[in-house]
């Protein structure tokens, strides 16, 4: 009984750390990203929309680069695992955004955001989970 509960405790605790890894990479990744993009936008003139949508491809790559290193192969629970991602990644970076610009964004706003990144976390995970293993 004792021997099962500290192995779920040490499962559990390798799936969070696992998660804060991940959360790590994604954001080192929308950095790497980030800085790559402005060089681009200093050297060609990019039109507002194109940075929007660059922006997003960004997030859904940097999410996707997390759930990579969160989720295993073959692994059920990777819609969870992906989606949790996603929204520790969003929320963070909405929380991030608001402070650093004072902006008036809707709630509305944030809020898309966000299911954003917890809908491409948990289709990541899914197609992740979906890989066989070898």
């Not at 004792?2 to 192995?7: C, K, L, M, S, T």
């Not at 660059?54 to 989606?83: H, T, W, Y």
């Not at 809707?106 to 948990?122: E, H």
Request: charged fraction near 15%.
């Amino acid at each position: 009984m004792a021997q099962q509960a500290i192995r779920r405790a040490k499962r559990s605790t390798g799936n969070k750390n696992a998660l804060w890894r991940g959360l790590l990479l994604s954001i080192a990744v929308t950095m790497a990203a980030v800085i790559a993009f402005a060089v681009v936008i200093g050297l060609m003139d990019v039109n507002d929309g194109m940075i929007r949508i660059i922006n997003q491809l960004i997030k859904i790559g940097a999410i996707f680069m997390g759930v990579r290193a969160v989720v295993p192969k073959g692994d059920e629970s990777g819609v969870r695992r992906g989606a949790l991602l996603g929204l520790l990644y969003m929320g963070l970076g909405v929380f991030v955004y608001a402070l650093l610009t004072h902006q008036q964004i809707t709630l509305w706003s944030y809020l898309i955001d966000v299911l954003m990144g917890v809908a491409a976390g948990g289709l990541s995970g899914m197609l992740i989970g979906c890989l066989r293993m070898k």
